[in-house]
Nanobody, 126 residues
Protein backbone atom coordinates (compact mmCIF):
# COMPACT_ATOMS: atom_id res chain seq x y z
CA UNK A 1 0.00 0.00 0.00
CA UNK A 2 1.40 3.38 -1.06
CA UNK A 3 1.13 6.19 1.46
CA UNK A 4 1.43 9.83 0.38
CA UNK A 5 1.75 12.82 2.69
CA UNK A 6 1.69 16.39 1.40
CA UNK A 7 3.21 19.40 3.13
CA UNK A 8 4.23 22.96 2.39
CA UNK A 9 0.86 24.59 1.94
CA UNK A 10 -0.01 27.91 3.48
CA UNK A 11 -0.94 31.49 2.76
CA UNK A 12 0.96 33.53 0.21
CA UNK A 13 0.47 36.84 -1.51
CA UNK A 14 -0.24 37.03 -5.22
CA UNK A 15 2.97 37.02 -7.20
CA UNK A 16 4.79 35.02 -4.54
CA UNK A 17 6.11 31.47 -4.50
CA UNK A 18 5.45 28.28 -2.60
CA UNK A 19 6.85 24.76 -2.78
CA UNK A 20 4.71 21.76 -1.99
CA UNK A 21 6.16 18.39 -1.07
CA UNK A 22 4.69 14.91 -1.18
CA UNK A 23 6.51 12.15 0.67
CA UNK A 24 5.89 8.55 -0.35
CA UNK A 25 6.23 5.54 1.89
CA UNK A 26 4.99 1.98 2.21
CA UNK A 27 4.91 -0.41 -0.73
CA UNK A 28 6.01 2.14 -3.30
CA UNK A 29 5.96 1.24 -6.96
CA UNK A 30 8.67 -0.86 -8.52
CA UNK A 31 9.69 0.08 -12.00
CA UNK A 32 8.09 3.07 -13.72
CA UNK A 33 5.14 4.94 -12.24
CA UNK A 34 3.19 8.15 -12.59
CA UNK A 35 2.92 10.85 -9.94
CA UNK A 36 0.75 13.92 -10.20
CA UNK A 37 -0.58 17.01 -8.48
CA UNK A 38 -4.27 17.80 -8.40
CA UNK A 39 -6.14 20.66 -6.82
CA UNK A 40 -9.71 21.31 -5.81
CA UNK A 41 -11.23 24.67 -5.02
CA UNK A 42 -14.54 24.95 -3.11
CA UNK A 43 -17.46 24.18 -5.40
CA UNK A 44 -15.22 23.05 -8.25
CA UNK A 45 -14.16 19.70 -9.63
CA UNK A 46 -10.75 18.26 -8.87
CA UNK A 47 -8.28 19.45 -11.51
CA UNK A 48 -5.13 17.66 -12.62
CA UNK A 49 -2.43 20.30 -12.93
CA UNK A 50 0.91 18.53 -13.28
CA UNK A 51 2.26 15.03 -13.71
CA UNK A 52 5.27 13.01 -14.73
CA UNK A 53 5.86 9.39 -15.62
CA UNK A 54 9.23 8.07 -14.48
CA UNK A 55 9.51 5.89 -17.58
CA UNK A 56 9.99 8.96 -19.76
CA UNK A 57 11.17 12.55 -19.64
CA UNK A 58 7.91 14.35 -20.33
CA UNK A 59 6.18 16.59 -17.84
CA UNK A 60 2.51 17.34 -18.24
CA UNK A 61 0.95 20.63 -17.19
CA UNK A 62 -2.51 22.10 -17.28
CA UNK A 63 -2.81 25.32 -19.24
CA UNK A 64 -3.77 27.14 -16.04
CA UNK A 65 -0.36 26.54 -14.47
CA UNK A 66 2.01 26.03 -17.39
CA UNK A 67 5.00 28.34 -17.18
CA UNK A 68 4.41 29.07 -13.49
CA UNK A 69 4.47 25.66 -11.78
CA UNK A 70 7.15 22.98 -12.01
CA UNK A 71 6.80 19.34 -10.99
CA UNK A 72 9.87 17.39 -9.95
CA UNK A 73 10.71 14.12 -8.26
CA UNK A 74 13.57 13.15 -5.98
CA UNK A 75 13.71 9.36 -6.26
CA UNK A 76 16.38 9.06 -3.58
CA UNK A 77 14.09 10.34 -0.84
CA UNK A 78 10.83 9.41 -2.62
CA UNK A 79 9.53 12.95 -2.54
CA UNK A 80 7.49 14.72 -5.18
CA UNK A 81 7.59 18.51 -5.39
CA UNK A 82 5.49 21.26 -6.91
CA UNK A 83 7.25 24.60 -7.22
CA UNK A 84 4.63 27.30 -7.55
CA UNK A 85 5.79 30.69 -8.83
CA UNK A 86 3.87 33.85 -9.60
CA UNK A 87 0.84 32.48 -7.80
CA UNK A 88 -2.59 34.00 -8.38
CA UNK A 89 -5.74 34.15 -6.24
CA UNK A 90 -7.31 31.57 -8.55
CA UNK A 91 -4.62 29.11 -7.43
CA UNK A 92 -6.32 28.96 -4.03
CA UNK A 93 -7.33 25.34 -3.46
CA UNK A 94 -6.60 22.14 -1.62
CA UNK A 95 -3.66 20.48 -3.33
CA UNK A 96 -3.28 16.71 -3.52
CA UNK A 97 -0.58 14.40 -4.78
CA UNK A 98 -1.52 11.09 -6.36
CA UNK A 99 0.16 8.03 -7.84
CA UNK A 100 -0.63 5.35 -10.40
CA UNK A 101 1.30 2.93 -12.54
CA UNK A 102 1.24 4.82 -15.82
CA UNK A 103 -0.04 8.08 -17.26
CA UNK A 104 0.21 9.96 -20.51
CA UNK A 105 -0.61 13.42 -21.80
CA UNK A 106 -4.16 12.15 -22.31
CA UNK A 107 -4.72 10.44 -18.96
CA UNK A 108 -2.69 12.36 -16.39
CA UNK A 109 -5.57 14.66 -15.43
CA UNK A 110 -8.10 11.86 -14.93
CA UNK A 111 -8.43 11.62 -11.16
CA UNK A 112 -10.42 8.38 -11.39
CA UNK A 113 -7.32 6.58 -12.68
CA UNK A 114 -5.26 7.24 -9.56
CA UNK A 115 -5.65 4.70 -6.73
CA UNK A 116 -3.30 6.40 -4.27
CA UNK A 117 -3.87 9.85 -2.79
CA UNK A 118 -2.50 12.06 -0.07
CA UNK A 119 -4.69 13.90 2.42
CA UNK A 120 -4.12 17.31 0.83
CA UNK A 121 -2.51 20.60 1.80
CA UNK A 122 -4.28 23.96 1.61
CA UNK A 123 -2.90 26.82 -0.46
CA UNK A 124 -4.45 30.26 -0.09
CA UNK A 125 -3.40 33.15 -2.31
CA UNK A 126 -4.50 36.67 -1.43
Amino acid sequence: HVQLVESGGGSVQAGGSLRLSCAASGDTYRGSYCVAWFRQAPGKEREGIAALWTGGTSRYYATSVKGRFTISLNTANKTLYLQMNNVKPEDTAMYYCAARGYCSRITYADSSGFPHWGQGTQVTVS
